[in-house]
């Protein structure tokens, strides 16, 4: 048994695998879920607070850069 494990510890120490990530993969998954989130709470808050107001939303990809609302500084105060 500990061959067993010791030759599965050597052989992820050859090629690289890496116990951190899982974890990486999970931060990611929080990033976009975080992101998906302000992107549909401006589309909400635009129609509730600021419908008449032209805005374009920007793509999800921003919101996934930047981590923030993007609605315009008038819209929701």
Not at 2 to 15: M, N, Q, Y
Not at 17 to 30: G, H, M, R, T
Not at 44 to 59: L, R, S, V, Y
């Amino acid at each position: 048994m500990r061959i067993i494990l010791s030759l599965f510890f050597v052989g992820a120490l050859i090629t690289g695998a890496s116990a951190f990530k899982p974890v990486q993969a999970a931060s990611d998954l929080e990033r976009d879920a975080k992101a998906l989130e302000l992107y549909l709470q401006d589309q909400k808050d635009h129609k509730e607070f600021c419908p008449q107001m032209t805005w374009n939303q920007p793509p999800l990809s921003t919101y996934k850069e930047t981590l923030k609302s993007h609605l315009p500084k008038d819209c929701k105060k």
